[in-house]
């Protein structure tokens, strides 16, 4: 009885809340607390504790528009440096082809992940199918400006080599899959060890987490774990920028769990979530995905929806990619995922305090009013 952790778990579904987009970055300013709570562990009263967590698909080869996106945010200032103190950002990849701005948008994320850790902010990249086509000589989307923006094919491919500065960026920085804790877990009071006073069975709090990747999971490959995924990526790439002369197909040695990270229903070019119609059925498998991989939003690119994010099985599955670069035309986009522990009072038993957890998932589009697209909270006892 002391140390019954969930007591109340309600869901407030807002199923649309417009408001200006002057209100929602001063509500920002408000909720950028990450930074207020500092490491105290005492002095709980009026403690809040949060994170803001920013998605952005496939930017394709639009360095434009993904400042729009990026300065919308609120991540970097108009010199496009990092202002997004303790917040994530996330790509979903699906950074290159189809415009001509390789060299910068790859540049520019290699300079955000640098500042961002300087100020306690993480910028986390995963590999879209089109960084792998990269990879194995598969340019079929490659622009001629692009190509002329490296100086031409061969000192493309030098830089998309294990030699090249693109080819290492890709192998030390990004991964096919991303697990994010949507709090930062080094300041949420402990809980994770509750036992219960006498030794029960207590449900301990879980920090809510997000899967990115860019494609889809299905429920096979989240129970192989993320790790296991990318460890099997990062064999791939670097069998992929090892190719003397590559030919835009996995080298003939290639050994079949990376072919078929690399097919269709590996988490690159996964469709399933998007496509699939029966909702009954894709909400089952997202489920299945989710609870494997101990998340409770599963967000993907790849699959173009150009008027705005689909949501689907109530926010488990976030379709972000809205064709945000020139070549598509589309919406100019950025899911933000807002999570906040606020401390609410002590808890009857005098050991455990109750927290509320609000969890806030907002669609930003350039020039549209801010869109909550979903939004839960409950209830906590924390220790
Ligand atoms: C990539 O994933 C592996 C396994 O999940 C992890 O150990 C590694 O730190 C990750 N690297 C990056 C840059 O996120």
């Not at 080819?167 to 949507?182: D, E, K, M």
Request: proline share 3%; with cysteine.
């Amino acid at each position: 009885m002391l140390a019954l952790v969930v007591v109340l778990y309600f869901w407030l579904r807002v199923a649309v809340k417009d408001t200006g987009v002057q209100a929602y970055l001063e509500a920002k300013a408000g909720l950028h607390i990450g930074s207020d709570v500092g490491g105290s562990p005492s002095g709980q009263q009026s403690k809040s504790i949060s994170r803001r967590v920013v998605a952005v698909a496939d930017l394709h080869g639009d360095l434009g528009h993904a400042h729009n996106v990026l300065q919308m945010t609120k991540l970097i200032d108009s010199d496009f440096h990092w202002i997004g103190g303790h917040d994530v950002l996330v790509s979903t990849g699906d950074i290159v082809d189809r415009g001509d701005d390789t060299i910068a948008l790859y540049r520019m994320f290699d300079r955000l992940r640098t500042e961002a850790a300087a100020t306690g902010g993480e910028v986390l990249n995963c590999l879209g199918n089109h960084e792998i086509m990269n990879s194995l000589g598969d340019w079929r989307y490659v622009t001629r400006g692009d190509v002329d923006s490296f100086g031409g094919v061969q000192q493309r491919r030098k830089a998309m080599s294990s030699d090249g500065w693109i080819g290492q960026s890709w192998l030390a920085n990004f991964n096919i899959t991303h697990t994010v804790p949507l709090l930062p877990l080094h300041l949420v009071p402990s809980s994770a060890n509750n036992r219960g006073a006498a030794g029960g069975r207590v449900a301990a709090y879980t920090v809510p987490r997000a899967s990115f990747v860019h494609g889809g999971i299905t429920p096979a490959y989240a129970r192989r774990g993320a790790a296991a995924i990318n460890r099997i990526g990062h064999s791939l790439l670097q069998r992929a920028l090892a190719e003397e002369i590559p030919n835009g197909q996995p080298p003939h040695d290639t050994p079949t769990e990376e072919l078929e990270l690399y097919g269709s229903e590996g988490p690159l070019w996964y469709r399933g979530y998007a496509n699939q119609e029966d909702e009954a059925q894709i909400c089952a498998e997202a489920e299945r995905a989710a609870s494997a991989l101990g998340v409770r939003h599963l967000v993907m690119g790849h699959t173009p929806h150009l008027e705005g994010f689909v949501v689907r099985c109530e926010g488990k599955v976030l379709l972000i990619d809205t064709g945000i670069s020139k070549a598509y035309g589309g919406e100019q986009s950025a899911l933000v995922l807002e999570t906040e522990l606020k401390y609410l009072s002590e808890g009857h038993d005098g050991v455990s305090n109750k927290w509320k957890e609000t969890q806030t998932l907002t669609a930003l589009y350039k020039g549209r009013r801010p869109k909550v697209i979903h939004t839960v909270s409950r209830e906590v006892y924390l220790y």
